[in-house]
């Protein structure tokens, strides 16, 4: 089974492999400072978070509960 096949099989599988991809990167790159560093994980959490909650009928958007986040774009039928 190829890489992609995989990440479909395991969804869990896409967000970790980001953030170990990630934690390499702040880990092998000098000038990466931790508050930078933490502000990138965040920033990847709520994308994912909101591609998800864009796509479910359970989640709620953090639009309006984040500081600086607005309304963002729906998702178009069927997509």
Do not use: C, K
């Amino acid at each position: 089974m190829n890489i992609v096949g995989a990440l479909a099989a395991e969804p869990t599988l896409i967000m970790g492999n980001w953030y170990g991809l990630m934690l390499e990167l702040v880990r092998h790159t000098a000038t990466y400072s931790p508050p930078a560093a933490a502000r990138t994980f965040g920033y990847v959490g709520v994308t994912a978070f909101e591609a998800i909650a864009s796509g479910s009928d359970e989640l709620a958007t953090l639009a309006g509960q984040l500081n600086g986040l607005d309304a963002v774009p729906q998702r178009e039928a069927g997509a």
